[in-house]
């Protein structure tokens, strides 16, 4: 069948249009064949990306979430650098942290002896500050390779061991921050409060805790406060419950016999603590009264 002039007419021109939006749309090249156009565009999407792209993609996506970590840049007061063992420690208060000080400057060399439990606290000041962060004027090259080391403990047991050791009275080894102590008092305890003591409760310590956002207190300061995860990168992230037993390899693997400090009470075991314990019987007896 033939075709009319006029059909033949309006195909042509459909046939125009189509090439020249192809060429306009697909092509930067105005004179290159419009079949080889269309078969490289096809090629293009049927072609997997190469092992490069993938790589450079989840490189981009990595150093989003992730980005490159710096150690030399950290400048958090509590963070150290022992040279000799090449360990970065970053140390959190009522976390085990003049224990772990004590035994990295022994490993380090700084120390000749360990000190008594009573005397751990002389790790603070002068011996641990000459290996702060916040006086490290180096190049990097050197703690970038380090091992980093955190302890982090259960927030529950810190918070309780800070309220027994800084603002209780007991006589084992509370009282040193009486001044924060009895402004709590002054600020939560009714005036017909019956309480003689005049240091807080630990109920007294949680509820101007809550109420206050927390105590203006590296002691009391949530654990994060001490990170720096932006630049950071961490090795090794252990438990204070069972700080012990992975200290004890991390010595080992450095060629150290060295073993830290137990805590006050002296009991390995982190159930049988005595933070431990008096945090069980707050979250019992509080539980009891929703009941």
């Not at 079949?35 to 190469?50: E, G, N």
């Not at 603070?124 to 390779?145: A, E, F, K, P, W």
């Not at 939560?188 to 206050?212: A, M």
């Not at 037993?245 to 080992?252: V, W, Y």
Request: aromatic fraction near 10%; proline fraction near 5%.
């Amino acid at each position: 069948m033939k075709m009319s002039s006029r059909m033949r007419y309006l195909t042509l021109i459909m046939v125009f249009v189509f090439l020249y939006t192809v060429k306009n749309s697909v092509s930067s090249n105005p004179w290159q064949p419009v079949s080889f156009v269309i078969y490289q565009r096809k090629l293009r999407d049927l072609i997997p990306p190469t092992q490069d792209s993938m790589k450079n993609q989840m490189l981009t996506v990595i150093g989003k979430l992730f980005p490159p970590y710096n150690l030399s840049a950290v400048r958090q007061h509590q963070s150290y650098y022992f040279p000799n063992i090449n360990i970065f420690f970053t140390g959190i208060p009522k976390a085990g942290c003049s224990n772990w000080e004590e035994a990295l400057l022994r490993a380090e060399g700084r120390l000749d002896t360990q000190l008594a439990p009573d005397k751990v606290a002389q790790v603070h000041g002068r011996l641990t500050g000459d290996y702060s962060m916040s006086q490290y004027g180096g190049d990097g090259t050197d703690v970038n390779s380090a091992t980093s080391i955190i302890v982090l403990r259960n927030p529950w047991t810190r918070a309780v061991s800070g309220y027994r050791q800084k603002l209780s009275s007991e006589k084992t080894q509370g009282g040193s921050y009486t001044g924060i102590s009895k402004n709590i008092v002054r600020a939560i305890r009714p005036d017909n409060d019956s309480n003689p003591d005049p240091l807080c409760t630990f109920e007294e310590f949680v509820r101007y805790s809550v109420k206050n956002g927390g105590i203006n207190d590296r002691h009391f300061k949530p654990q994060t406060k001490f990170l720096s995860a932006d630049i950071m990168r961490y090795d090794k992230i252990i438990p204070l419950e069972y700080a012990d037993m992975m200290a004890d390899d991390i010595f080992r693997e450095l060629g150290k016999d060295i073993s830290i400090l137990h805590s006050y009470d002296q009991t390995t075991d982190p159930r049988q603590q005595s933070s431990a314990v008096k945090a069980k019987k707050v979250v019992d007896r509080t539980e009891r009264k929703k009941s």
